[in-house]
């Protein structure tokens, strides 16, 4: 299988093509337009049909044995967080803390925090109830409201794990995940100020005003603030300790075995589904199982794109077309802005910042070396700079644009002007601080 470099870019070309083709034209599910591109790419090269096969499994499996427990419980954590009411408790306490005259504040640090472990279509869907309750209490245009909400929403979705987008990107880049949920979230902090601000500036020019009559949440309804948070803080509390220890790999004692053992994303987000418990008084059978039910169905169509994605990822591996960029292009001038460039793309022609993460890191990992994003920190960077690209831009053909504006009740014309402009700033912003951090760590 030796192919120019020529072909072997138009290829992949192709191979993009396809997935942004029936992804947003013919609306084809994410999974068969990866495996299709894949397919195509694989025979396209002049792999037998056998080994395109073999190889694509292989691909899928290894990101399955990564990811699989990681994206189950993590979907988990977000399902019985929703269902208790603590998303609603950790809300509410932070609006008791910014007060009604920063009701656009709350909502970007409201969405923010519980981010962290649901996705922010499903957070927003959540949260609207409260945003439009808020909205109509403090005078603030549901377009300002909305917009903060979404915004903080999105910059820890793109950012951090347990969200599918970054997690797999760390499993396919090789970064650690740890370090990647404190970074992702540190660099996600600017992201959401900087939303916060576009949407207050230019939310006054289309101040859609809230006027549907909401009904008021039973008042002590939910966990107590405690318990509302545990479930969400022990879980980063963990794995960022063990990231922590294994800086320095003379550490020992049982107390730091166990910090490693636990610390692990599986067994500390199983501790996170496992606090949420204590935020119902009673449980009965037929809920619980009905809640862990949804939770698997809903981690099951998240896991086959991320397989897919994986099988996609095999193949462009397979092909070798990272040695034949390294000897036609010089990546090393690019760095980080290489696949922060590349996912935007992806990110801007089909939609869903997920599958353009996905993607991405698929078609970076054997440029690591050129892009001179190899070593540890570099992976780390080369993952946050993908996750600033996949914000960029969000409009009418992502999923997520849609649920903002049915549940807040914006036209097309708010939502471009505010949201979307919200978007490609916040993934400026957010590389900005990717080549800031490029400089210091």
């Not at 009701?103 to 922010?120: N, Q, R």
């Not at 793109?158 to 540190?186: E, F």
């Not at 009559?213 to 300790?241: C, H, N, Y």
Request: glycine share 10%; aromatic share 8%.
């Amino acid at each position: 299988m030796t192919q120019s470099f020529p072909y072997l870019l138009l290829c992949l070309i192709a191979g993009i093509s396809v997935i942004v083709l029936l992804t947003t034209r013919y609306k084809v599910h994410a999974f068969f337009a990866l495996v299709l591109s894949a397919m195509l790419v694989g025979l396209g090269v002049g792999m037998p049909l056998g080994d395109v096969i073999t190889t694509m499994k292989d691909g899928f499996g290894k990101i399955m044995s990564s990811l699989g427990f990681i994206i189950v419980l993590g979907t988990t954590l977000g399902v019985m967080l929703e269902y208790t009411g603590a998303t609603a408790v950790m809300a509410a306490f932070i609006l008791r803390q910014t007060g009604e005259k920063r009701a656009s504040w709350a909502m970007s640090i409201t969405g923010f925090i519980v981010g962290l472990p649901i996705f922010c279509d499903s957070g927003f869907i959540v949260l609207s109830g409260l945003n439009k309750n808020l909205a109509k209490r403090s005078g603030v245009p549901i377009t300002i409201m909305s917009a903060s909400l979404a915004t903080g929403l999105l910059a820890i979705h793109c950012l951090a794990p347990p969200h599918p987008g970054a997690t797999t990107a760390a499993a396919t880049i090789g970064a650690d995940m740890g370090k990647l949920i404190a970074y992702g979230a540190l660099v996600a902090i600017p992201a959401m100020i900087v939303g916060n601000l576009w949407a207050n500036y230019a939310g006054k020019k289309f101040p859609t005003l809230q006027t549907e009559d909401i009904t008021e949440e039973a008042a002590g309804s939910g966990p107590s603030v405690l318990k509302a948070f545990l479930p969400v803080v022990v879980p980063i509390v963990l794995i960022a300790l063990k990231s922590f220890y294994n800086i320095d790999p003379k550490l020992s004692g049982k107390w730091i075995t166990a910090i490693l053992a636990i610390g692990d994303p599986v067994p500390a987000l199983m501790i996170g589904v496992l606090l949420t418990f204590l935020c119902k008084p009673k449980w009965q059978k037929t809920e619980l199982s009905h809640l862990l039910q949804d939770s698997v169905e809903k981690a099951g169509g998240i896991l086959i794109i991320i397989g897919a994605g994986g099988a996609f990822g095999a193949i462009l591996a397979a092909t070798k077309i990272g040695v034949h960029f390294s000897q036609v292009l010089d990546l090393g001038a690019l760095g980080i802005f290489f696949p922060f460039l590349l996912t935007a793309v992806l990110k801007t022609a089909q939609g869903s910042s997920t599958v353009a993460i996905i993607t991405a890191a698929a078609i970076v990992q054997p440029l690591l070396h050129g892009l001179g994003l190899d070593a540890p920190t570099g992976k780390l960077l080369c993952v946050l700079a993908m996750g600033s690209g996949s914000m960029i831009i969000s409009h009418a053909n992502d999923a997520y644009f849609w649920v903002i504006a049915k549940f807040s009740g914006l036209d097309m014309k708010t939502m471009l002007r505010v949201y979307s402009i919200a978007t490609l700033l916040m993934g400026l912003t957010s590389i900005l601080m990717v080549f800031i951090l490029s400089k210091i760590i």
